[in-house]
């Protein structure tokens, strides 16, 4: 190959190259110019602080800052507010606002409280239970006290008891006394003998009374009748009239219901929100409403695996016993108050897609905006982002709205949206 043909080879390549490059070059321009053009008009929006920033896919997502949507994740794209998208929003007149009693109100910050409400019942406080036992074998000879329900005082008689084991110990008592009492002093040590039958009798439940009786007659009577050491209502009776009980065996149960407890079911979930050192309170639907306040006296420590739910108990009060196991409760454990956004929980539309209210832009003009919500208490609901204090907002009327909006664009508003 000649020198001149090299040369010119030489030269084709680097002029191919150079044009190469000159169109690289070009065609970076071309993509940097616009951005730059869009990046400072942003800036100049961002500047006089007359944008919002929306989804190009999702235009009913507003927010005051850069960011990325939270629907599809594409990012956000500044927009003037004077020339916000009217696709979202629906003009009424002022005869079509009074028919749909279409009311606003300008928010503001307020408190709001994160109330826990558990769904209970009332029960007997089993520490005030207490179960009267046979002290000793024999018959039931009669019943004092026969229907569940019943009011038993300390002292009341309970049942008169036949027993051959407890007559025996009677006599031995007599015996023991009468040889005392003719031997006077002697080598053997009748009043030892006394002590001992006379402790006997009273751990089988004789009083004092009963058996300084014994020592002034001389005489056993064949039924032996047993008093309550306590008082309360009867709960249960697990004997009648005629029947035989062994030794320990139950007669009846009395509750004493001064304090009843208040039992609930909790998630796990909502364990944090359970202090129990605070004091709570109990509202009572069967009594008008009626408030009392209560102390968590227990949370049991054991979680079902199964179905993730724990046990609260509350201690009662039950003056003048207007209360009775069995009644539905609810347990409401207040929390610290929280300073944010509150709306009529009716203002806030929530489904599947998400939460939207529906803000007043201008004069009989509504746009729908998307909002994140958060705690519920006594009709208000939380908004934790999405609206900034001063803004419009429908609280009365806004499913009518929705409706409207959906009568006149064939499509709900919040179409596409997946929350």
């Known amino acids: 190959m000649s020198y001149k043909k090299i040369n010119e080879t030489k030269i084709c390549k680097l002029a191919f190259e150079l044009v190469s490059n000159f169109l690289s070059i070009a065609f970076c321009l071309l993509l940097i110019i616009p951005s730059c053009k869009q990046q400072k008009k942003e800036t100049l929006l961002i500047k006089n602080n007359d944008v919002y920033y929306t989804c190009s896919m999702h235009p009913q997502i507003h927010e005051d800052h850069p960011d990325n949507c939270p629907v599809c994740g594409m990012k956000l794209i500044a927009v003037p507010k004077s020339s916000a998208s009217e696709t979202m929003g629906i003009h009424l007149n002022e005869e079509q606002i009074k028919l749909a009693n279409i009311k606003v109100d300008t928010i503001e910050r307020g408190s709001i409280a994160n109330d826990l409400v558990l769904s209970g019942t009332l029960n007997f406080n089993q520490n005030k239970l207490s179960s009267v036992s046979a002290r000793v074998e024999g018959r039931i000879q009669k019943l004092y006290f026969k229907s569940i329900g019943d009011y038993v005082h300390k002292g009341d008689k309970l049942y008169d008891l036949y027993s051959e084991q407890l007559n025996n110990a009677k006599q031995e008592y007599i015996n023991a006394v009468e040889q005392q009492n003719s031997m006077g ?235």
């Open 185 to 419: 002093n002697s080598l053997i040590n009748y009043a030892a003998f006394v002590e001992s039958a006379r402790n006997k009798l009273m751990l089988w439940g004789l009083t004092n009374d009963e058996i300084n009786q014994l020592t002034k007659n001389k005489m056993a009577p064949s039924l032996t009748t047993f008093y309550s050491m306590e008082e309360g209502y009867i709960t249960s009776l697990k004997v009648n009239e005629g029947d035989y009980v062994n030794e320990g065996g139950a007669v009846l149960q009395l509750a004493d219901l001064s304090t009843l407890w208040a039992e609930a079911q909790v998630y796990t979930t909502q364990m944090s929100f359970i202090n129990k050192t605070e004091n709570v309170s109990v509202q009572l639907p069967d009594l008008n409403n009626k408030i009392i306040s209560g102390t968590i006296d227990f949370v049991n420590p054991e979680i079902n695996p199964d179905t993730r739910i724990n046990l609260v108990r509350v201690v009662i009060s039950n003056k003048n016993n207007l209360l009775h196991p069995g009644m539905p409760a609810y347990i409401i454990i207040k929390n610290q108050q929280r300073n944010s956004i509150t709306l009529p929980a009716d203002a806030v539309l929530r489904d599947s897609k998400g939460a939207t209210v529906w803000l007043q832009t201008k004069p009989e003009v509504y746009e729908v905006r998307m909002v994140q919500t958060g705690i519920i208490n006594n009709g208000e609901i939380e908004i934790t982002s999405g609206l900034a204090p001063d803004d419009i907002v429908v609280t009365s009327g806004a499913y009518l709205l929705n409706s409207e909006y959906i009568f006149e664009h064939g499509a709900d508003p919040m179409a596409g949206m997946k929350m």
